[in-house]
Protein backbone atom coordinates (compact mmCIF):
# COMPACT_ATOMS: atom_id res chain seq x y z
CA UNK A 1 0.00 0.00 0.00
CA UNK A 2 1.77 3.09 -1.04
CA UNK A 3 0.79 6.43 1.48
CA UNK A 4 1.17 9.38 -0.44
CA UNK A 5 -0.52 12.76 -0.90
CA UNK A 6 -4.27 12.40 -0.59
CA UNK A 7 -5.59 14.98 -3.41
CA UNK A 8 -8.19 17.07 -1.75
CA UNK A 9 -11.09 19.15 -3.56
CA UNK A 10 -11.20 23.19 -2.61
CA UNK A 11 -13.69 24.14 -0.52
CA UNK A 12 -15.33 27.36 -0.11
CA UNK A 13 -15.77 28.75 3.42
CA UNK A 14 -17.77 32.01 4.70
CA UNK A 15 -16.14 33.67 7.27
CA UNK A 16 -18.58 36.09 8.39
CA UNK A 17 -20.86 38.81 7.86
CA UNK A 18 -21.69 37.94 11.09
CA UNK A 19 -18.48 36.50 12.60
CA UNK A 20 -17.00 37.65 16.57
CA UNK A 21 -13.76 38.06 14.70
CA UNK A 22 -14.18 39.69 11.56
CA UNK A 23 -14.92 43.50 13.91
CA UNK A 24 -17.95 43.96 12.84
CA UNK A 25 -20.14 42.98 9.19
CA UNK A 26 -17.39 41.92 7.09
CA UNK A 27 -17.42 38.54 5.25
CA UNK A 28 -14.55 36.90 3.86
CA UNK A 29 -15.05 34.42 1.14
CA UNK A 30 -12.18 31.74 1.91
CA UNK A 31 -11.07 28.92 -0.49
CA UNK A 32 -9.62 26.38 1.01
CA UNK A 33 -7.29 23.01 0.55
CA UNK A 34 -7.55 21.45 3.54
CA UNK A 35 -7.09 23.29 5.94
CA UNK A 36 -4.78 25.82 3.84
CA UNK A 37 -5.84 28.77 2.95
CA UNK A 38 -5.44 29.59 -1.07
CA UNK A 39 -7.40 32.59 -1.63
CA UNK A 40 -9.62 34.72 0.42
CA UNK A 41 -11.77 37.27 -1.22
CA UNK A 42 -13.19 40.24 1.22
CA UNK A 43 -16.73 41.02 0.58
CA UNK A 44 -17.29 44.80 1.97
CA UNK A 45 -19.92 47.37 1.80
CA UNK A 46 -22.15 46.18 4.42
CA UNK A 47 -22.00 49.50 6.43
CA UNK A 48 -22.46 51.63 3.08
CA UNK A 49 -23.95 54.49 3.75
CA UNK A 50 -22.51 56.73 1.21
CA UNK A 51 -20.90 59.08 2.98
CA UNK A 52 -19.25 60.73 -0.29
CA UNK A 53 -22.30 61.38 -2.07
CA UNK A 54 -24.12 62.62 1.51
CA UNK A 55 -21.22 65.54 1.85
CA UNK A 56 -22.08 67.14 -1.74
CA UNK A 57 -25.82 68.12 -0.04
CA UNK A 58 -24.74 69.29 3.12
CA UNK A 59 -22.54 72.31 3.97
CA UNK A 60 -18.75 72.08 5.04
CA UNK A 61 -20.01 72.30 9.32
CA UNK A 62 -22.72 69.83 8.58
CA UNK A 63 -20.62 67.18 7.45
CA UNK A 64 -18.55 67.36 10.44
CA UNK A 65 -20.95 64.69 12.08
CA UNK A 66 -20.87 62.49 9.66
CA UNK A 67 -17.17 61.77 9.44
CA UNK A 68 -17.31 60.67 13.32
CA UNK A 69 -19.16 57.77 11.92
CA UNK A 70 -15.97 56.92 9.76
CA UNK A 71 -13.90 55.21 12.05
CA UNK A 72 -15.61 55.52 15.56
CA UNK A 73 -12.95 54.37 17.14
CA UNK A 74 -10.90 57.71 16.30
CA UNK A 75 -13.68 59.88 15.50
CA UNK A 76 -11.20 62.68 16.21
CA UNK A 77 -8.86 61.98 13.56
CA UNK A 78 -11.86 61.82 10.62
CA UNK A 79 -12.53 65.28 11.73
CA UNK A 80 -8.91 66.50 11.65
CA UNK A 81 -8.71 65.38 7.85
CA UNK A 82 -11.47 66.95 6.96
CA UNK A 83 -11.25 70.46 9.07
CA UNK A 84 -7.69 70.80 7.29
CA UNK A 85 -9.19 70.54 3.71
CA UNK A 86 -11.38 72.92 4.51
CA UNK A 87 -9.16 75.03 6.35
CA UNK A 88 -6.91 74.92 3.40
CA UNK A 89 -9.12 75.89 1.02
CA UNK A 90 -10.41 78.44 2.89
CA UNK A 91 -7.25 79.80 3.99
CA UNK A 92 -8.88 79.96 7.63
CA UNK A 93 -5.85 80.27 10.24
CA UNK A 94 -6.43 78.33 13.82
CA UNK A 95 -5.34 79.83 17.01
CA UNK A 96 -2.58 78.15 18.06
CA UNK A 97 -4.72 77.10 21.81
CA UNK A 98 -6.95 75.43 19.24
CA UNK A 99 -3.76 73.97 17.68
CA UNK A 100 -2.72 71.99 20.82
CA UNK A 101 -6.23 71.26 22.26
CA UNK A 102 -6.29 69.31 18.87
CA UNK A 103 -3.25 67.51 19.83
CA UNK A 104 -4.28 66.59 23.24
CA UNK A 105 -7.77 65.29 21.53
CA UNK A 106 -6.30 63.02 18.38
CA UNK A 107 -3.67 61.49 21.03
CA UNK A 108 -6.00 60.52 23.59
CA UNK A 109 -8.19 59.66 20.56
CA UNK A 110 -5.08 57.43 19.55
CA UNK A 111 -4.21 55.54 22.57
CA UNK A 112 -8.01 54.47 23.04
CA UNK A 113 -8.13 53.42 19.69
CA UNK A 114 -5.00 51.34 20.13
CA UNK A 115 -6.21 50.07 23.93
CA UNK A 116 -9.59 48.68 22.14
CA UNK A 117 -6.99 46.86 19.29
CA UNK A 118 -4.83 45.32 22.41
CA UNK A 119 -8.31 44.45 23.69
CA UNK A 120 -9.55 43.09 20.76
CA UNK A 121 -6.66 41.58 19.33
CA UNK A 122 -5.95 39.27 22.99
CA UNK A 123 -9.34 38.12 22.83
CA UNK A 124 -9.55 36.97 19.14
CA UNK A 125 -6.68 35.13 20.71
CA UNK A 126 -8.36 33.81 23.42
CA UNK A 127 -6.58 36.21 26.24
CA UNK A 128 -9.69 37.54 28.13
CA UNK A 129 -8.41 39.11 31.01
CA UNK A 130 -6.07 41.68 28.56
CA UNK A 131 -9.84 42.10 26.93
CA UNK A 132 -11.09 43.87 30.21
CA UNK A 133 -7.94 45.24 30.91
CA UNK A 134 -7.78 47.19 27.55
CA UNK A 135 -11.51 48.53 28.30
CA UNK A 136 -10.55 49.38 32.03
CA UNK A 137 -7.97 51.86 30.78
CA UNK A 138 -9.90 53.23 28.24
CA UNK A 139 -12.77 53.99 29.87
CA UNK A 140 -10.55 56.59 32.05
CA UNK A 141 -10.21 58.18 28.48
CA UNK A 142 -13.72 57.70 27.79
CA UNK A 143 -14.60 59.87 31.05
CA UNK A 144 -12.20 62.53 30.04
CA UNK A 145 -14.08 63.49 26.49
CA UNK A 146 -17.58 63.00 28.16
CA UNK A 147 -16.09 65.78 30.66
CA UNK A 148 -14.51 67.83 27.65
CA UNK A 149 -17.26 67.29 24.94
CA UNK A 150 -20.36 65.62 26.70
CA UNK A 151 -19.73 62.52 24.21
CA UNK A 152 -18.08 59.52 24.85
CA UNK A 153 -17.48 58.36 20.95
CA UNK A 154 -18.55 60.55 18.41
CA UNK A 155 -17.45 64.16 19.71
CA UNK A 156 -17.27 66.24 16.39
CA UNK A 157 -15.49 68.58 18.58
CA UNK A 158 -12.80 70.03 15.58
CA UNK A 159 -14.15 72.60 13.93
CA UNK A 160 -13.62 74.59 11.25
CA UNK A 161 -11.30 76.98 12.84
CA UNK A 162 -10.68 75.71 16.18
CA UNK A 163 -12.25 73.49 18.76
CA UNK A 164 -15.61 73.15 20.29
CA UNK A 165 -14.61 74.47 23.18
CA UNK A 166 -12.06 74.97 26.08
CA UNK A 167 -11.17 72.78 28.69
CA UNK A 168 -13.11 72.59 31.73
CA UNK A 169 -12.42 72.94 34.87
CA UNK A 170 -10.11 69.72 36.49
CA UNK A 171 -9.48 68.29 32.97
CA UNK A 172 -5.86 68.94 32.95
CA UNK A 173 -5.54 67.74 36.35
CA UNK A 174 -6.98 64.21 35.45
CA UNK A 175 -5.25 63.87 31.98
CA UNK A 176 -2.04 64.10 33.48
CA UNK A 177 -3.35 61.73 36.26
CA UNK A 178 -4.02 59.40 33.24
CA UNK A 179 -1.06 59.46 32.06
CA UNK A 180 0.96 58.70 35.09
CA UNK A 181 -1.37 55.89 35.38
CA UNK A 182 -0.86 54.45 31.64
CA UNK A 183 2.47 53.51 31.50
CA UNK A 184 2.58 50.98 34.67
CA UNK A 185 -0.34 49.38 33.52
CA UNK A 186 1.33 49.10 29.70
CA UNK A 187 4.19 47.27 32.02
CA UNK A 188 1.34 44.93 33.06
CA UNK A 189 0.08 44.03 29.52
CA UNK A 190 3.66 43.16 28.68
CA UNK A 191 3.74 41.14 31.71
CA UNK A 192 0.70 39.59 30.92
CA UNK A 193 0.69 39.22 27.06
CA UNK A 194 3.94 40.51 25.26
CA UNK A 195 5.99 37.46 26.60
CA UNK A 196 3.40 35.22 26.98
CA UNK A 197 3.83 31.91 24.95
CA UNK A 198 0.74 31.35 23.56
CA UNK A 199 0.40 34.90 22.19
CA UNK A 200 3.97 34.62 20.48
CA UNK A 201 3.15 31.48 19.35
CA UNK A 202 0.27 32.94 17.63
CA UNK A 203 1.95 35.94 16.17
CA UNK A 204 5.31 35.48 15.15
CA UNK A 205 6.18 34.88 12.23
CA UNK A 206 2.68 34.85 11.14
CA UNK A 207 1.36 37.08 8.49
CA UNK A 208 4.22 38.40 6.89
CA UNK A 209 3.74 41.79 4.83
CA UNK A 210 7.23 42.83 3.34
CA UNK A 211 8.15 46.57 3.27
CA UNK A 212 7.93 47.03 -0.27
CA UNK A 213 4.30 45.13 -0.63
CA UNK A 214 3.41 47.07 2.00
CA UNK A 215 4.20 50.30 0.07
CA UNK A 216 2.77 49.01 -3.11
CA UNK A 217 -0.52 48.18 -1.32
CA UNK A 218 -0.43 51.47 -0.07
CA UNK A 219 -0.64 50.59 3.67
CA UNK A 220 0.29 53.06 5.98
CA UNK A 221 0.27 53.44 10.10
CA UNK A 222 1.33 50.50 12.52
CA UNK A 223 0.77 48.39 9.49
CA UNK A 224 3.28 49.60 7.48
CA UNK A 225 5.58 50.38 10.65
CA UNK A 226 5.82 47.00 11.95
CA UNK A 227 7.00 46.84 8.24
CA UNK A 228 9.87 48.58 9.46
CA UNK A 229 8.98 51.42 7.09
CA UNK A 230 9.07 54.97 9.12
CA UNK A 231 6.27 56.91 7.61
CA UNK A 232 4.31 58.83 9.98
CA UNK A 233 2.34 61.59 8.82
CA UNK A 234 2.77 63.45 11.84
CA UNK A 235 6.39 63.65 11.08
CA UNK A 236 6.11 63.47 7.16
CA UNK A 237 3.82 66.21 6.84
CA UNK A 238 3.32 67.62 10.24
CA UNK A 239 -0.26 69.39 10.98
CA UNK A 240 -1.19 71.16 14.15
CA UNK A 241 2.10 71.64 16.31
CA UNK A 242 3.50 67.87 15.87
CA UNK A 243 6.38 69.79 14.22
CA UNK A 244 7.36 71.40 17.70
CA UNK A 245 6.58 68.25 20.02
CA UNK A 246 9.38 65.56 20.57
CA UNK A 247 8.18 61.99 19.73
CA UNK A 248 9.63 58.71 18.14
CA UNK A 249 8.27 57.50 14.81
CA UNK A 250 8.12 53.77 15.91
CA UNK A 251 9.09 50.71 13.84
CA UNK A 252 9.51 46.74 13.44
CA UNK A 253 11.46 44.94 11.67
CA UNK A 254 9.62 41.46 12.24
CA UNK A 255 7.01 42.56 9.12
CA UNK A 256 4.33 39.98 11.43
CA UNK A 257 1.57 40.18 13.27
CA UNK A 258 3.48 40.29 16.84
CA UNK A 259 5.41 43.61 15.33
CA UNK A 260 2.00 45.25 14.45
CA UNK A 261 1.42 44.35 17.78
CA UNK A 262 4.38 46.00 19.53
CA UNK A 263 4.32 49.24 17.38
CA UNK A 264 0.68 49.62 19.02
CA UNK A 265 2.17 49.38 22.28
CA UNK A 266 5.07 51.37 21.83
CA UNK A 267 2.87 54.39 20.49
CA UNK A 268 0.62 54.41 23.45
CA UNK A 269 3.99 55.36 25.37
CA UNK A 270 5.01 58.00 22.97
CA UNK A 271 1.29 59.60 22.50
CA UNK A 272 1.60 59.84 26.38
CA UNK A 273 4.70 62.08 26.14
CA UNK A 274 3.24 64.31 23.30
CA UNK A 275 -0.03 64.68 25.51
CA UNK A 276 2.09 65.73 28.37
CA UNK A 277 4.24 68.45 26.52
CA UNK A 278 0.93 69.69 25.17
CA UNK A 279 -0.15 70.14 28.66
CA UNK A 280 2.89 71.54 29.82
CA UNK A 281 3.29 73.82 26.71
CA UNK A 282 -0.70 75.08 26.62
CA UNK A 283 -0.38 78.69 25.50
CA UNK A 284 -3.51 81.05 26.69
CA UNK A 285 -5.77 82.55 23.95
CA UNK A 286 -9.18 81.69 21.90
CA UNK A 287 -10.18 77.78 21.35
CA UNK A 288 -12.08 79.40 17.81
CA UNK A 289 -11.14 81.52 15.08
CA UNK A 290 -13.77 83.72 13.60
CA UNK A 291 -15.65 81.95 10.45
CA UNK A 292 -18.52 82.94 8.81
CA UNK A 293 -21.60 80.38 9.44
CA UNK A 294 -22.46 80.41 5.97
CA UNK A 295 -18.86 79.06 4.95
CA UNK A 296 -18.27 79.87 1.04
CA UNK A 297 -14.35 78.64 0.23
CA UNK A 298 -12.98 80.09 -3.00
CA UNK A 299 -12.99 77.09 -5.83
CA UNK A 300 -10.02 75.18 -5.17
CA UNK A 301 -9.34 71.63 -3.95
CA UNK A 302 -7.30 70.33 -0.74
CA UNK A 303 -5.97 67.12 0.36
CA UNK A 304 -6.28 66.73 4.04
CA UNK A 305 -3.65 64.07 5.54
CA UNK A 306 -3.37 62.75 9.04
CA UNK A 307 -1.94 60.12 10.77
CA UNK A 308 -5.02 58.09 12.10
CA UNK A 309 -4.30 55.21 15.01
CA UNK A 310 -5.00 53.07 11.53
CA UNK A 311 -2.89 55.14 9.23
CA UNK A 312 -3.50 57.49 6.41
CA UNK A 313 -6.78 59.00 7.04
CA UNK A 314 -7.20 61.51 4.19
CA UNK A 315 -10.15 63.91 2.81
CA UNK A 316 -9.68 65.38 -0.86
CA UNK A 317 -11.68 68.05 -0.82
CA UNK A 318 -12.98 69.56 -3.94
CA UNK A 319 -14.95 73.09 -3.78
CA UNK A 320 -16.74 75.11 -6.72
CA UNK A 321 -17.46 78.45 -4.24
CA UNK A 322 -20.61 77.13 -3.26
CA UNK A 323 -21.78 76.26 0.61
CA UNK A 324 -21.66 72.46 -0.55
CA UNK A 325 -18.42 70.67 -1.11
CA UNK A 326 -18.68 69.63 -4.89
CA UNK A 327 -16.55 66.46 -4.08
CA UNK A 328 -15.64 64.87 -1.12
CA UNK A 329 -13.22 61.60 -1.38
CA UNK A 330 -12.36 60.06 2.14
CA UNK A 331 -9.56 57.73 1.75
CA UNK A 332 -9.52 55.24 4.59
CA UNK A 333 -6.43 53.25 5.37
CA UNK A 334 -8.43 49.94 6.49
CA UNK A 335 -9.90 50.08 3.13
CA UNK A 336 -6.38 49.86 1.93
CA UNK A 337 -5.20 47.39 4.26
CA UNK A 338 -7.82 44.88 3.57
CA UNK A 339 -6.67 44.89 0.07
CA UNK A 340 -3.65 43.61 1.14
CA UNK A 341 -5.20 41.14 3.22
CA UNK A 342 -5.72 38.23 0.85
CA UNK A 343 -1.82 38.38 0.07
CA UNK A 344 -0.88 37.84 3.74
CA UNK A 345 -3.29 35.22 4.53
CA UNK A 346 -2.70 33.35 1.36
CA UNK A 347 -0.54 29.81 3.18
CA UNK A 348 -1.90 30.17 6.84
CA UNK A 349 -5.06 28.34 8.10
CA UNK A 350 -8.55 29.58 9.52
CA UNK A 351 -7.42 30.67 13.18
CA UNK A 352 -4.20 32.68 11.96
CA UNK A 353 -6.97 34.69 9.25
CA UNK A 354 -8.01 35.76 12.93
CA UNK A 355 -4.85 36.44 13.84
CA UNK A 356 -3.57 38.65 10.74
CA UNK A 357 -7.16 40.14 10.58
CA UNK A 358 -7.12 41.27 14.05
CA UNK A 359 -3.55 42.60 13.74
CA UNK A 360 -4.30 44.83 10.69
CA UNK A 361 -6.89 46.91 13.67
CA UNK A 362 -9.99 47.73 10.45
CA UNK A 363 -12.65 49.60 11.23
CA UNK A 364 -15.40 48.57 8.82
CA UNK A 365 -17.45 52.29 9.17
CA UNK A 366 -14.27 53.47 7.31
CA UNK A 367 -13.37 50.91 4.81
CA UNK A 368 -17.08 50.95 3.46
CA UNK A 369 -18.28 54.56 3.95
CA UNK B 1 9.39 66.50 -11.77
CA UNK B 2 7.47 68.74 -14.07
CA UNK B 3 10.49 69.14 -17.03
CA UNK B 4 11.00 65.57 -17.14
CA UNK B 5 7.91 64.84 -17.59
CA UNK B 6 7.14 67.20 -20.33
CA UNK B 7 10.74 66.04 -21.67
CA UNK B 8 9.63 62.48 -21.90
CA UNK B 9 5.83 62.87 -22.84
CA UNK B 10 5.48 65.83 -24.23
CA UNK B 11 2.46 65.99 -25.94
CA UNK B 12 0.93 63.98 -23.91
CA UNK B 13 1.12 66.19 -20.98
CA UNK B 14 -2.01 69.01 -20.92
CA UNK B 15 -1.15 70.76 -18.69
CA UNK B 16 1.45 70.73 -15.07
CA UNK B 17 2.52 73.21 -12.28
CA UNK B 18 3.77 73.04 -9.01
CA UNK B 19 0.93 74.12 -5.76
CA UNK B 20 3.43 73.84 -2.40
CA UNK B 21 4.46 69.91 -2.65
CA UNK B 22 2.04 69.02 -5.59
CA UNK B 23 3.07 68.15 -9.08
CA UNK B 24 -0.30 68.50 -10.23
CA UNK B 25 -0.63 67.18 -13.97
CA UNK B 26 -3.38 66.39 -16.50
CA UNK B 27 -2.29 64.09 -19.37
CA UNK B 28 -4.30 62.10 -22.35
CA UNK B 29 -5.30 58.87 -20.96
CA UNK B 30 -2.76 56.83 -23.66
CA UNK B 31 -0.53 57.77 -21.80
CA UNK B 32 -1.58 56.98 -18.45
CA UNK B 33 0.21 53.72 -17.44
CA UNK B 34 3.71 54.53 -19.02
CA UNK B 35 3.34 58.02 -16.84
CA UNK B 36 2.62 56.00 -13.39
CA UNK B 37 5.06 53.85 -14.05
CA UNK B 38 7.73 56.89 -14.92
CA UNK B 39 6.69 58.20 -11.20
CA UNK B 40 7.08 54.90 -9.47
CA UNK B 41 10.91 54.70 -11.18
CA UNK B 42 11.62 58.21 -9.19
CA UNK B 43 10.45 57.46 -6.15
CA UNK B 44 6.56 58.19 -5.95
CA UNK B 45 5.99 54.27 -4.98
CA UNK B 46 3.37 55.36 -2.68
CA UNK B 47 -0.13 55.13 -4.48
CA UNK B 48 -1.88 56.92 -1.90
CA UNK B 49 -5.07 56.92 -3.39
CA UNK B 50 -7.35 56.91 -7.14
CA UNK B 51 -10.40 58.92 -7.09
CA UNK B 52 -12.59 60.45 -10.07
CA UNK B 53 -14.32 63.97 -9.36
CA UNK B 54 -17.12 64.92 -11.55
CA UNK B 55 -17.87 68.52 -11.75
CA UNK B 56 -21.00 68.52 -13.57
CA UNK B 57 -19.39 69.46 -16.42
CA UNK B 58 -16.24 67.32 -17.24
CA UNK B 59 -15.15 64.54 -15.46
CA UNK B 60 -11.72 63.17 -14.83
CA UNK B 61 -10.06 60.84 -12.60
CA UNK B 62 -7.30 61.84 -10.06
CA UNK B 63 -4.59 59.61 -9.20
CA UNK B 64 -2.19 60.26 -5.95
CA UNK B 65 1.04 59.27 -5.92
CA UNK B 66 3.09 60.10 -3.08
CA UNK B 67 7.02 59.93 -2.67
CA UNK B 68 8.36 58.89 0.25
CA UNK B 69 11.88 60.15 0.14
CA UNK B 70 11.08 63.61 -0.46
CA UNK B 71 7.20 63.91 0.29
CA UNK B 72 6.35 65.12 -2.66
CA UNK B 73 2.72 64.34 -4.47
CA UNK B 74 2.36 63.48 -7.82
CA UNK B 75 -0.87 64.35 -8.70
CA UNK B 76 -2.36 63.26 -12.41
CA UNK B 77 -5.79 63.52 -13.81
CA UNK B 78 -7.29 62.10 -16.93
CA UNK B 79 -10.33 63.67 -18.61
CA UNK B 80 -12.95 61.28 -19.28
CA UNK B 81 -16.44 61.51 -20.76
CA UNK B 82 -19.16 60.93 -18.33
CA UNK B 83 -20.91 57.67 -19.56
CA UNK B 84 -19.39 55.03 -21.01
CA UNK B 85 -16.14 56.20 -19.85
CA UNK B 86 -12.94 53.46 -19.65
CA UNK B 87 -8.89 54.04 -18.70
CA UNK B 88 -6.33 51.63 -19.35
CA UNK B 89 -5.61 49.88 -15.35
CA UNK B 90 -2.19 50.66 -13.54
CA UNK B 91 -2.70 47.60 -11.55
CA UNK B 92 0.12 46.42 -13.33
CA UNK B 93 2.57 49.23 -11.86
CA UNK B 94 0.82 49.37 -8.15
CA UNK B 95 -0.84 46.53 -6.96
CA UNK B 96 -2.58 49.01 -4.22
CA UNK B 97 -4.95 50.30 -7.48
CA UNK B 98 -6.66 47.39 -7.34
CA UNK B 99 -9.31 47.84 -5.17
CA UNK B 100 -9.41 51.98 -5.59
CA UNK B 101 -10.10 50.96 -9.45
CA UNK B 102 -13.26 48.92 -8.27
CA UNK B 103 -14.15 51.69 -6.32
CA UNK B 104 -14.20 54.13 -8.98
CA UNK B 105 -15.80 51.71 -11.09
CA UNK B 106 -19.01 50.55 -8.98
CA UNK B 107 -19.45 54.65 -8.04
CA UNK B 108 -18.65 56.16 -11.19
CA UNK B 109 -18.83 53.73 -13.84
CA UNK B 110 -15.34 54.20 -14.96
CA UNK B 111 -14.22 51.03 -16.76
CA UNK B 112 -10.44 50.28 -16.46
CA UNK B 113 -9.14 48.14 -19.12
CA UNK B 114 -7.20 45.01 -18.49
CA UNK B 115 -8.18 45.55 -14.38
CA UNK B 116 -7.94 41.87 -13.19
CA UNK B 117 -11.16 41.88 -11.02
CA UNK B 118 -13.34 44.19 -12.26
CA UNK B 119 -16.48 44.03 -10.07
CA UNK B 120 -18.41 46.08 -7.87
CA UNK B 121 -16.97 46.35 -4.74
CA UNK B 122 -18.78 48.68 -2.12
CA UNK B 123 -22.37 48.29 -3.66
CA UNK B 124 -24.46 45.52 -4.28
CA UNK B 125 -24.07 43.60 -7.74
CA UNK B 126 -27.22 44.26 -9.39
CA UNK B 127 -27.26 48.07 -8.22
CA UNK B 128 -28.24 50.00 -11.31
CA UNK B 129 -26.49 53.26 -11.93
CA UNK B 130 -23.59 55.14 -10.52
CA UNK B 131 -24.50 57.05 -7.71
CA UNK B 132 -21.21 59.46 -7.47
CA UNK B 133 -22.09 60.86 -11.01
CA UNK B 134 -23.61 64.35 -10.65
CA UNK B 135 -26.62 62.82 -12.95
CA UNK B 136 -27.27 59.88 -11.07
CA UNK B 137 -29.50 61.01 -8.42
CA UNK B 138 -29.39 58.85 -4.73
CA UNK B 139 -32.89 57.58 -5.26
CA UNK B 140 -31.15 55.62 -8.75
CA UNK B 141 -31.43 51.93 -7.74
Redesign the interface.
Known sequence: MSVGLTPTEQVILNMGPQHPSTHGVLRLKLTLEGEVIVGCDPVIGYLHRGMEKIAENRTYAQFIPYTDRLDYLSSASNNEAFVLAVERIASIEVPPRAQYLRVILLELNRIASHLVFVATFANDLAATTAFLYGFREREVIMDLFEMWTGARLTQSWIRIGGVGSDLPEGFEKKAHEFCRMLGPRLAEYDELLTGNRIFRARTEGVGLLPPEAGIDYACSGPTLRGSGVPFDLRRAEPYEVYSRLGFDVVTDEACDCMGRYRVRMEEMRQSVHIIEQCLDQLPQGEVLAKVPRALRPAAGEAYGRVESPRGEFACYVVSDGGTSPLRVRLRAPSFYHMAALPEMVRGWKIGDVVAILGSLDIVLGEIDR | MIEHLKAHFGEDIESAEQVG??VRVRLRPAALVAVCRFCKERGY?????I?A???GSEMRV?Y?LVS?DN?E?AVISAGVPRSGASLPSITGV???A???EREVYD?FGVRFVSHPDLRR????DDWQGF??LKTGS?QDR
Do not use: S
Request: charged share 25%; glycine share 6%; aromatic share 10%.
Open positions: RERYPADTVDTVRLGHFRGDWPLILLTPLV
